[in-house]
């Protein structure tokens, strides 16, 4: 005689904290957005509309719920972190494409990004999640400006790739945007300029 299979308890309250979870995480999505970096434990029960006893069951820490909800943004704007017909086009074009997509990259995660940075000189989960996104963005500057790296001798295409990184890097881009006012527009047109210079640097010269 077989016995009638119990109702899934554990799988219902594991699906429970799982949107409890979620709940949160939106919420501090929704207060970094609003200026919010970070978010008090206070606005954050507050606006998960919970309490501090039902966070602490779903996060260890605090350091856990904003790694998770940094993660969670950062995959929200995956899309933006590549570039758009990547290695392709003349000069020109692959300048503005690239030059494009890393302010509208950066116009995007700002908030986290600040915090992140902030948070990785004492947080190794802040500091690995930085160190890998920038190890990535260099991997795109050697793809999409691979014809400029070709025609540098190779003791020089690790300088090229580091000065394009440094050059466009969110840093860069918070002052420009902070302490010289620079619009977007602003900033295109001085990536643009310091990039052409770099690329026609790299680019041999004509028999």
Request: aromatic share 10%.
């Amino acid at each position: 005689m077989t016995s009638e299979p119990k109702p899934k308890v554990t799988d219902g309250r594991r699906a429970r904290r799982d949107r409890g979870r979620l709940t949160v995480i939106e919420a501090v999505i929704a207060l970094f957005q609003e200026g919010s970096a970070p978010p008090t434990l206070q606005q954050m029960t507050e606006r998960a509309g919970i309490s501090a006893a039902t966070l602490f069951r779903y996060f260890d820490t605090l350091d856990d719920l904003l790694h998770e909800a940094t993660a969670a943004y950062f995959a929200r704007f995956g899309g933006l972190f590549e570039i758009p017909d990547i290695g392709t086009g003349t000069p020109d074009e692959r300048v503005r494409r690239y030059t494009d997509s890393r302010i509208a990259l950066y116009e995007g995660i700002a908030p986290f990004a600040r915090y992140g940075r902030a948070r990785a000189f004492d947080h190794s989960h802040f500091a690995a999640t930085l160190h890998s996104a920038r190890g990535r963005m260099a991997e795109q500057v050697r793809d999409h400006f691979g014809g400029e790296l070709a025609a540098l001798a190779p003791h020089r295409r690790d300088g090229f790739v580091a000065a394009v990184c440094t050059l466009t890097s969110f840093e860069s881009w918070d002052q420009l945007t902070h302490d010289f006012a620079c619009t977007s527009d602003g900033v295109r047109t001085v990536w643009r300029h310091a990039l052409t210079a770099l690329c026609d640097n790299a680019s041999p010269s004509p028999p």
